[in-house]
T-cell receptor, first 116, second 116 residues
Framework: GAVVSQHPSWVICKSGTSVKIECRSL??????MFWYRQFPKQSLMLMAT?????????EQGVEKDKFLINHASLTLSTLTVTSAHPEDSSFYIC????????????FGPGTRLTVT | SQQGEEDPQALSIQEGENATMNCSYK?????LQWYRQNSGRGLVHLIL?????REKHSGRLRVTLDTSKKSSSLLITASRAADTASYFC????????????????FGQGTILTVHP
């Protein structure tokens, strides 16, 4: 079956630095990808919709200047957390619709971000 | 925003027993899905039930949907220790196009523990 990968699987960074997380669809093309954030023992909160070749669509309350999304190709979307702070520490998960779609999703394994 | 509520929040059973998890939602939907998440990992799609369906089976999984009550249940029969995970329901909105394309709204999840 189709696979979505994320890199890195975990990252520790210092407060004030930026971190880039990659989401790749390995054997299918994804014009749309979704980025979620999940705090410990909580559900997934949709942050933004990543659209290939156009601007991302952010959910209400998500700062687009802080969470930069670039969907440069049909198989790659990146999420950059800029000027990270400890409260940005979370589990970030991406997903991409799978056929017949659009609602069934393939999820990446997630990236654990810890900001110290 | 989270529209799904699941109960119980946590369920602990013995291997071989059945596990039932419930999900309620607030708005009209196109479909409802159930996902599984092992600790610290991505989500795995289990089953999708469309709004015009009432029941669906997949292996040891049985899903029901009652659109009049805006609720769904997931039954796992003859549970195994390997079924230990968090289970989330997710709903897809009626409108699949535009800004709603592929968007899912997740419930709070049920943590299932199956003791060997």
């Amino acid at each position: 079956g189709a696979v979505v990968s994320q890199h890195p699987s975990w990252v520790i960074c210092k407060s004030g630095t930026s971190v880039k997380i990659e989401c790749r669809s390995l054997d299918f093309q994804a014009t749309t990808m979704f980025w979620y954030r999940q705090f410990p023992k909580q559900s997934l909160m949709l942050m933004a919709t990543s659209n290939e070749g156009s601007k991302a669509t952010y959910e209400q309350g998500v700062e687009k200047d802080k969470f930069l999304i670039n969907h440069a190709s049909l198989t790659l979307s990146t999420l950059t957390v800029t000027s990270a702070h400890p409260e940005d520490s979370s589990f970030y998960i991406c997903s991409a619709p799978r056929a017949p779609g659009p609602y069934e999703q393939y999820f990446g394994p997630g990236t654990r971000l810890t900001v110290t | 925003s989270q529209q799904g509520e699941e109960d119980p929040q946590a369920l602990s059973i013995q291997e071989g027993e059945n596990a039932t998890m419930n999900c309620s939602y607030k708005t009209s939907i196109n479909n409802l899905q159930w996902y599984r998440q092992n600790s610290g990992r991505g989500l795995v799609h289990l089953i999708l039930i469309r709004s015009n369906e009432r029941e669906k089976h997949s292996g040891r999984l049985r899903v029901t949907l009652d659109t009049s009550k805006k609720s769904s249940s997931l039954l796992i029969t003859a549970s195994r220790a390997a079924d230990t995970a968090s289970y989330f329901c997710a709903t897809g909105p009626l409108n699949a196009g535009g800004t709603s394309y592929g968007k899912l709204t997740f419930g709070q999840g049920t943590i299932l523990t199956v003791h060997p």
